[in-house]
């Protein structure tokens, strides 16, 4: 299995960035996808989901300016940020859930754990 996030960089405020994370060795059809970060000092945040049924759910801190689609052809997951703030500086995780949650759940228990996870991508929004 594995998750390969690519995408990342430095941005200015107010910029766009896409992350991809591309998916091998599991039924990517079959699972629910999430799209972590992690800032230094501060505890990981799921900040969006998308489970089986092609609903999406996001974190109050970026709804409205992220967007998560899935392409299940390419067995890809994606991120698309835009409006970025500095405090969307982070490392960027992509997981996946084979529980078969609803994405709002996915994000509304940051207790639940994902079944895998990538090695991630690292998103910097200074000026």
């Known amino acids: 299995v594995q998750l390969v996030e690519s995408g990342g960089g430095s941005v200015q405020p107010g910029g766009s960035m896409r992350l991809s994370c591309a998916a091998s060795?599991?039924?990517?059809?079959?699972?629910?996808m999430g799209w972590f970060r992690q800032a230094p000092e501060k505890e990981r945040e799921e900040v969006a989901a998308?489970?089986?049924?092609?609903?999406?759910y996001y974190a109050d801190s970026v709804k409205g300016r992220f967007t998560i689609a899935k392409e299940n052809s390419k067995k890809t997951l994606y991120l698309q940020m835009n409006g970025l703030k500095p405090e969307d500086t982070a490392m960027y995780y992509c997981?996946?859930?084979?529980?078969?949650?609803?994405?709002?759940?996915?994000?509304?228990?940051?207790?639940?754990?994902?079944?895998?996870w990538g090695q991630g991508t690292q998103v910097t929004v200074s000026s």
């Open positions: 998308i489970d089986t049924y092609g609903y999406t």
């Open positions: 060795g599991f039924s990517f059809t079959r699972y629910s």
């Open positions: 997981a996946a859930d084979s529980a078969g949650y609803e994405s709002w759940f996915l994000v509304s228990n940051p207790s639940h754990e994902y079944k895998y």
